[in-house]
T-cell receptor, first 115, second 114 residues
Framework: EAGVAQSPRYKIIEKRQSVAFWCNPI?????LYWYQQILGQGPKLLIQ????????DSQLPKDRFSAERLKGVDSTLKIQPAKLEDSAVYLC?????????????FGPGTRLTVL | AQSVTQPDIHITVSEGASLELRCNYS??????LFWYVQSPGQGLQLLLK??????LVQGIKGFEAEFKRSQSSFNLRKPSVHWSDAAEYFC????????????FGDGTTLTVKP
């Protein structure tokens, strides 16, 4: 089966600009996650979707970050405006259903550099 | 708040030597524990997971981990390391009391000497 797809793989922007990332999960996976991984740290969950509903967005900086998952399949994560501290790898993951024990499958990530 | 600690930022071992990577989690309700590996430029791949039952779990690529509730630990082991094991390793925990939110440690980078 095809894995989790993400694009772009790399993005360089200047602060105060906006940027969007796209994720296509594994077919049939109901749960989709966006993580932020800052250099030297583990992934931090930004938002979790179950189908097209939000399960957890407690760590999403809602003043500048937004995410949507229309039709319960693809998802986009947007940052507007970007700050220097947003430089990180943004990982998308998906899993079957919503059980806590379900394995998450990760995409290759998008490396964002904010200058 | 739940937390995961990986005390070793960087470990270097010789090829063929044994390996143990440490992971400690904050005490809480029943934890579900995971180990992931991340190679440069790649996403994370699941090595193994523990939910219940036998506290020694086997994973892919010859890895195993042991859950010790008394020590709040879930250490990853491999009896003989291969050069291809060089990567970053992350421990993660999900508690049964929330909606399945994963908390990751900050990772341990493994270097393998020839």
């Amino acid at each position: 089966e095809a894995g989790v797809a993400q694009s772009p793989r790399y993005k360089i922007i200047e602060k105060r600009q906006s940027v969007a990332f796209w994720c296509n999960p594994i077919s049939g996976h109901a749960t989709l996650y966006w993580y932020q991984q800052i250099l030297g740290q583990g992934p931090k969950l930004l938002i979790q979707f179950q189908n097209n509903g939000v399960v957890d967005d407690s760590q999403l900086p809602k003043d500048r970050f937004s995410a949507e998952r229309l039709k319960g399949v693809d998802s986009t994560l947007k940052i507007q405006p970007a700050k220097l501290e947003d430089s990180a790898v943004y990982l998308c993951a998906s899993s079957r259903g919503g059980a806590k024990t379900n394995e998450q499958f990760f995409g290759p990530g998008t490396r964002l550099t904010v200058l | 708040a739940q937390s995961v600690t990986q005390p070793d930022i960087h470990i270097t071992v010789s090829e063929g030597a044994s390996l143990e990577l440490r992971c400690n989690y904050s005490y809480g309700a029943t934890p579900y524990l995971f180990w992931y590996v991340q190679s440069p430029g790649q996403g994370l791949q699941l090595l193994l997971k523990y939910f219940s039952g036998d506290t020694l779990v086997q994973g892919i690529k010859g890895f195993e981990a042991e859950f010790k509730r008394s020590q709040s630990s879930f250490n990853l082991r491999k009896p003989s390391v291969h050069w291809s094991d060089a990567a970053e390793y992350f421990c993660a925990v999900v508690y049964n009391t929330n909606a399945g939110k994963s908390t990751f440690g900050d990772g341990t980078t493994l270097t393998v000497k020839p």
